[in-house]
Nanobody, 119 residues
Framework: QVQLVESGGGLVQAGGSLRLSCAAS????????MGWFRQAPGAEREIVAA????????YYTDSVKGRFTISTDKAENTVHLQMNSLKPEDTAVYYC????????????WGQGTQVTVSS
């Protein structure tokens, strides 16, 4: 059974940084892509960044390019999202998710972690 557990959220001032972590367990993830999504109050869930487990391919939504970095730590079975130069509009619940590369469908989700950026 796949389990994804996020950590690292919190309250930070605009311009600050946070590092989110997602501990993945339950199977070998070499055939998976891992993604970070976020959902702000009243808004739809959106993808923020994604990475193949090997780390060979990454994706970032335009609003976070140059500020956020997604990475995998295969030894620790963990996916990180380093968030720099945070803005109030980055405030949201951030979710980690996993998708089989062959389907591209994010079937597994963590419980989410709150990120709040104050102005």
């Amino acid at each position: 059974q796949v389990q994804l557990v996020e950590s690292g959220g919190g309250l930070v001032q605009a311009g600050g940084s946070l590092r989110l972590s997602c501990a993945a367990s339950g199977r070998t993830f070499s055939k998976y892509s891992m993604g970070w999504f976020r959902q702000a109050p009243g808004a739809e869930r959106e993808i923020v960044a994604a990475i193949t487990w090997s780390g060979g391919s990454t994706y970032y939504t335009d609003s976070v390019k140059g500020r956020f970095t997604i990475s995998t730590d295969k030894a620790e079975n963990t996916v990180h999202l380093q968030m720099n130069s945070l803005k109030p509009e980055d405030t949201a619940v951030y979710y980690c998710a996993a998708a089989l590369i062959e389907t591209g469908r994010f079937d597994y989700w963590g419980q989410g972690t709150q990120v709040t950026v104050s102005s």
